[in-house]
């Protein structure tokens, strides 16, 4: 039983912390016209697709679904930071692009976040921090599979009905 009180608190515990990142990164990196969390997540598309990306791979980067991401680029596009370019092979594609207003706050933005990151991360040695990677490496690997099963599940009892109507409509 204690066991699992411990197993509950360390996944509230996970929970509990990404709030608290939320509101860490909004108190040091909000900016007049655009929160904290949209700061963070042009200082990585800085960082990791300084000549642009497609908004599927940054979701499978981040770990953010595409609806959610979706709206936060829209905003950011409409405030002038992010743009949109047309793939000419493929008129569904658009790849997310810095503009010119982000690269004139972008050495702010890339300081600002490393500043915070570092006041953050300072609560952990190297070692800890390598084993804290590792660990949370497992758990999104462990997390992805769980999904994977339950849409299995649930695509299988999908198919078995579908199986059943056809069956029924030929007979």
């Given at each position: ?47 990791h ?55 004139e ?8 976040t ?32 769980l999904?994977?099963?339950t849409?299995?599940k ?9 199986k ?8």
């Amino acid at each position: 039983m204690e066991e699992e009180f411990r197993t509950e608190r360390m996944l509230f515990g996970m929970k509990r912390i990404s709030l608290c990142l939320t509101a860490y990164m909004e108190a040091c990196l909000r900016e007049p016209d655009i929160s904290g969390v949209q700061v963070y997540l042009i200082v990585y598309i800085l960082r990791h697709h300084p000549e642009g990306t497609y908004l599927t791979e940054l979701c499978r980067e981040i770990g953010l679904s595409k609806p959610t991401l979706s709206v936060m680029i829209r905003k950011l596009v409409e405030k002038g930071y992010l743009a949109f370019q047309e793939n000419p092979g493929d008129v569904r594609k658009k790849s997310v692009l810095p503009t010119a207003k982000l690269q004139e706050k972008s050495k702010r933005f890339l300081e600002e976040t490393a500043q915070m990151e570092a006041k953050l991360c300072s609560a952990l040695s190297q070692q800890e921090k390598d084993q804290l990677w590792r660990l949370e490496e497992k758990l999104l690997k462990r997390l992805a599979e769980l999904e994977r099963e339950t849409k299995m599940k649930k695509d299988r009892r999908l198919l078995k009905r579908e199986k059943s109507i056809a069956s029924a409509q030929t007979v």
